[in-house]
Nanobody, 120 residues
Framework: QVQLVESGGGLVQTGESLRLSCSAS????????MGWYRQAPGKQRELVAD???????NYADSVKSRFTISRDNGKTTVYLQMNSLEPEDTAVYYC??????????????WGQGTQVTVAS
């Protein structure tokens, strides 16, 4: 069993910052890529950023200059530092992780989602 637990969402004004965090727990052998996705009402869920176990990052063009994704030393926690937030960033943000619970069992897991609302 693997669980992703998120924190850090909330309501902010345009231009302010938030930092989201997500920790993987449970039966874990190895955590590979971790990432953040978001979904706004009426839109498809989209990748915001992800990071491999080796530290390679990818960002959506809309957030590349403003957001930073990172991981802790144990590579089981992922963060998303969001600066210069805009109303267009308003969405439910979901943590995602590729996890090997054992060397022979792999799965993809989602967090429960956390609401980020940016007021104009």
């Amino acid at each position: 069993q693997v669980q992703l637990v998120e924190s850090g969402g909330g309501l902010v004004q345009t231009g302010e910052s938030l930092r989201l965090s997500c920790s993987a727990s449970g039966r874990i052998f190895n955590v590979n890529t971790m990432g953040w996705y978001r979904q706004a009402p009426g839109k498809q869920r989209e990748l915001v950023a992800d990071i491999t176990s080796g530290g390679t990052t990818n960002y959506a063009d809309s957030v590349k200059s403003r957001f930073t994704i990172s991981r802790d030393n144990g590579k089981t926690t992922v963060y998303l530092q969001m600066n210069s937030l805009e109303p267009e960033d308003t969405a439910v943000y979901y943590c995602n992780a590729d996890v090997h619970s054992t060397p022979w069992n792999w799965g993809n897991y989602w967090g429960q989602g956390t609401q980020v609302t940016v007021a104009s």
